[in-house]
């Protein structure tokens, strides 16, 4: 109940920064203004919100989960995964649903967990470094890129260019209906995750003592990474990959609160929940012609931050 | 009694390789044990083993009587807690969070479980660092809220693996003291030492000794005894001479034959 009271301020402000970057950019007075705002700005929004949310803390979450600051759902391939099942879904064609399963989230979904598990296992290996977590990511998100380059060849040109266009990122192609899709694996990825809060207070450290301290390493480990899949694959099926949401916003966070993952996780959620509306809008004013898709920016802002990360380990390992 | 700690028979292998080889050893209830030997003689996989870190090929190990296998993490958690040797991680985490992490096995608030922690960290005599980060923190400081949160886990049997490892020779000669005195409020101590002398900190005739040498144990007995040195010599493959300065008697290596 504290714990709530503490961060209820924080969440409002969140919220609200979120929903007032509906007004950034041309200012909407007259009626199709209106019309403009309430239909496409504030749904956008409100996508942008729930998408960088799961993003941010799912990127969190696998930090500590593979006890790697450079390991997200961009960088382990988690993305990659979910975006070659979508667009053998768009390939393949078939109905929206398959089982009472909306087919396009389950699709991105066993593309995400695929690769992510795969990614685990050489985690879990007992010698397993940083950098092979990173290079079995770069292998994983290469060949599956390959793997959907091949696959845009056999549709046509229309659906290959809407393919392509999704496949920067965008918020552009979202609308209520999307966002009543997205909502239910946004709250039960971000609630899953916070309820793993506790073991991942204990893994954060390191995996065997967490282990000798009582932690079912495995049944954590898998329940984490699953949900972090689910919630990236929902997002991804439902506005394309927008990479490196996942590694800005817990790294600007540690920086401030800390990596206790009592404050980080929930920390990360806040920010992410501004961070990609904000950047949302950048793209929409940057460049008066055309709109920058918000995977374009947050790519342009991240790999930065990947690059200063790499460094700045590199020298604290030459320190010791 | 059933031992706290058992292996029977126990192996584990690297490879083809035996790290442990058919090794059996029972540590009872209050008991302290120093596992001393050179590198790569097996001790921390001994350790390693006992924990259930590094899966037995052959052999068992019990705890309490029941097989290792058959508990849950929480009960291993109640029986043993461990400090490794690889230190604390380097992640931006406040010390009473760390602390209270050790406390994971226990259904409590997380008010119950500062308050704990706090008495922890009072009792390893660091409880004016509860609010620093753990990144910034001394060798010492470290070895500290270590310690500390061996207090807070309240297992049985403490298992130590190289404990002065990177340690100055006062916090050294602090940590061993410190193992003296939980030993007096009824934990019981398996600890892997590379250097015997450092049991001079402790009451030497209650100290077991086990020697291993290529995962078996060479040679195992008190401290106290007088045959130590030959000990010594079956466990390392070379003489010890023995010094006394004071009332402290040291063994140093003898030279080496060169072949």
Known sequence: MKALLRWLPWVVLAITIAVATAWIGPTLDDQHGQWILHELRLPRALAGAMVGAVLSAAGAVVQILLRNPLATPSTIGTTAGATLGVLAVLVFGSGSTWMGLPILPAAAFAGALLVTLIIASVAARDRARTEDVLLAGIALTLATGAIASGLRLGIDQVTSLSALRWSLGSLTIIGPDRISMLAPFVVISLAGMLWLIRPLEVLISGIERARTRGVEVTRVRTLGLGLASLGVAACVATCGPIAFVGLICPHLVKRIVGSAPRTLLPASILLGAVFLPLCDSIGRVIWEQREIPVGVITAALGAPVLFVIVVRRGRAHSRR | ?259
Request: proline share 4%; hydrophobic share 40%.
């Open chain 2, 1 to 259: 009694m059933v031992a706290l700690l058992q292996l029977d028979q126990a192996t584990v292998l690297a490879g083809e390789i035996p790290i442990l080889d058919q090794l059996s050893l029972e540590v009872s209830e209050g008991e302290m044990v120093a596992i001393i030997g050179p590198n790569g003689s097996g001790k921390s996989t001994l350790i390693r083993a006992l924990l259930g870190l590094a899966p037995l090929d052959q052999g068992t190990a019990r705890i309490e009587g029941r097989p290792l296998t058959t508990l849950t993490a929480r009960q291993r958690a109640a029986s043993m807690a461990w400090l490794p040797q690889d230190g604390l991680s380097a992640e931006r985490l406040r010390v009473e969070d760390v602390v209270a992490a050790a406390r994971f096995r226990f259904n409590e608030t997380r008010q119950d479980c500062l308050d704990a922690a706090y008495r922890a960290l009072e009792d390893a005599g660091a409880d004016s660092l509860a609010d620093r980060w753990i990144n910034e923190l001394s060798g010492g400081e470290r070895q500290r809220i270590e310690l500390a949160s061996m207090v807070a886990q309240e297992s049985k049997c403490w298992l130590l693996d190289e404990p002065a490892n990177h340690l100055d020779p006062v916090w050294r000669a602090r940590t061993l003291k410190f193992l003296s005195r939980r030993l007096g409020q009824g934990n019981t101590v398996l600890v892997v030492l590379h250097d015997v002398h450092l049991l001079g900190h402790i009451d030497a005739a209650q100290t077991r000794v086990v020697g291993l040498r290529q995962g078996k144990i060479a040679w195992q007995g008190r401290l106290s005894d007088q045959d130590l040195g030959e000990g010594l010599e079956t466990v390392h493959g070379i003489p010890f001479e023995r010094a006394v300065a004071g009332d402290r008697e040291y063994w140093i290596p003898g030279e080496e034959p060169l072949e």
